[in-house]
């Protein structure tokens, strides 16, 4: 049989599988091989008939994604000789040694693991879980197979996380990226309470507190996609995606920076939009999303309000805002509010909202589809959390690929998305990513209904020439 070598790439993914730390957390960028380097890490130990190894992802269907760890794996482990258990997540080796992946799915999931004795833990995405549940864990870090125990972890920025304030010191204040020099550099810590006493002299510490103080060495090695050569020849577009993201994520993904937050136009900029005056003749699909509030506005109330935003899309790719209807109103005035706008944007145009959470909410919008029988309606519940579903409209507005059909609403309409993530509203934002996200996903799958703007011009576009596409620009507010 021919001898397969596993090796690591020359650089940081080769330096964190030479740490000697106790505690070694590798990344700060997407695509830096990170994941293979914790793969290799416990073939180092699968001689040892006694050693266990438990390697976290935040949740198991993490572990299972396409691509993920659990896939990777199978193409390492079996080169290796062990047996892989895909119902447990298990795999075993001839010698008997073991590696095992696990999900802490709730705050409470790592007490599942209490009287554990693990050598080596392995975190993947470390500041996805909580603090408690980190040091938790590392005490769980022991065994009677003659291996000390460690900590190997990996991540991307996340300047809120816990994780940044641990590697501190290794990153630059100011700029938020990794000082290179102190890559790889050990540093000692020694907790006394909730606080953690640093030196880069483990003696200092022990004199300071004993010898029973038993401190413990922690280093981070920053990577990125520059370093996996293998991905770049592999899969060179990879790096052409990374380009691509939104700004925050670009920076945080792409340039390892730790100190970039969303702030107000993190997202949007009202320069990426192009004003246009009509939307030009041609075959489009078509999107009127609702972000709904059911609250009216009174002397001394701010309240949320419900958009309704239509939404095309022409064959290369650009987006045109047609039309923005906001309003502050009854759950009643809304819901017939939305059959006008249906009747007004026409039979193929599709209608779509979102469905709160709770049994309440698919009744509540079995409701307001029923209301709207006779159109092409969908609904579904929301996934993530507001910055998340914003971003890949983001992306296309940076790109210069959604337009505004002008209007009386474009100023406003502008100051909310520049306002985003931090401004006291964001239902604009909530309509534009629900719309791009379903025209995106329906036309994807080839179910999208094509509107011809040349058969929508009829009395309701107040005289506008035929092939506008353009709504009057009055707009209504109610």
Request: with cysteine.
């Amino acid at each position: 049989m021919e001898t397969q070598e596993l090796r690591p790439q020359p650089g940081p993914q080769t330096q964190f599988l030479q740490s000697s730390a106790d505690i070694t957390i590798y990344g700060g960028s997407a695509g830096g091989g990170k994941s293979f380097g914790l793969l290799l890490e416990p073939l180092y130990h699968i001689a040892n008939p006694r050693f266990r190894c438990v390697i976290f992802r935040r949740n198991v269907p993490q572990l299972r994604l396409e691509g993920g760890l659990w896939d990777v794996s199978q193409e390492i482990y079996t080169r290796a000789g062990g047996n892989g258990f895909n119902h447990t997540l298990d795999w075993k080796f001839s010698t008997g040694a073991r590696i095992k992946f696990a999900g802490l799915d709730d705050a409470q999931a790592h007490f599942n693991w209490q009287g554990a004795q693990i050598p080596l833990i392995e975190f993947d995405e470390l500041t996805q879980f909580s603090e408690d549940q980190f040091w938790f864990l590392l005490s769980r870090n022991r065994s009677t197979s003659g291996i000390k125990g460690y900590i190997r972890a990996t991540c991307n920025p996340d300047p809120d996380s816990w994780v940044r304030h641990f590697i501190g010191w290794w990153i630059d204040p100011d700029t938020g990226f990794p000082i290179r020099e102190r890559s790889g550099l050990l540093r000692w810590f020694v907790r006394r309470g909730d606080e953690l006493h640093w030196d880069s002299n483990r003696q200092e510490l022990v004199r300071q507190f004993g010898e029973d103080s038993a401190p413990k060495s922690v280093t981070f090695i920053p990577a990125s996609i520059q370093d996996n050569r293998i991905l770049l020849t592999s899969d060179p577009a990879y790096l052409a995606n990374l380009k691509a993201l939104p700004l925050v994520e670009r920076e945080r993904l792409l340039n390892g920076n730790w100190n970039v937050r969303a702030t107000a136009g993190s997202y949007f900029k009202a320069e990426w939009f192009q004003i246009v005056e009509a939307v030009p003749c041609g075959n489009f699909g078509r999107v009127r999303a609702w972000d709904r509030a059911a609250t009216e506005k009174r002397t001394g109330n701010d309240p949320d309000a419900t958009v309704g935003l239509l939404l095309s899309k022409d064959a290369n790719g650009i987006y045109y805002i047609e039309d923005v209807q906001k309003m502050f109103a009854s759950p009643l005035t809304v819901e017939k509010a939305m059959r006008d706008f249906a009747r007004r944007d026409g039979i193929n145009t599709i209608v779509t909202f979102m469905q709160d959470p709770g049994s309440a909410g698919v009744m509540e919008a079995q409701a307001a589809a029923r209301a709207l029988d006779g159109f092409n309606v969908r609904y579904a519940p929301a996934t993530g959390d507001k910055e998340t579903r914003a971003k890949p409209a983001s992306a296309q507005a940076e790109a210069g690929n959604v337009k505004l059909v002008r209007g009386l609403w474009n100023t406003e309409f502008l100051r909310v998305l520049e306002n985003f993530p931090t401004g006291r509203h964001d239902d604009e934002v909530d309509a534009l990513s629900l719309a791009h996200e379903y025209l995106r996903e329906i036309q994807n799958t080839g179910a999208v209904a094509i509107v011809d703007t040349r058969r929508e011009t009829d009395a309701r576009w107040n005289g506008i020439a035929p092939c506008s596409g353009r709504w009057p620009r009055r707009g209504i507010l109610v």
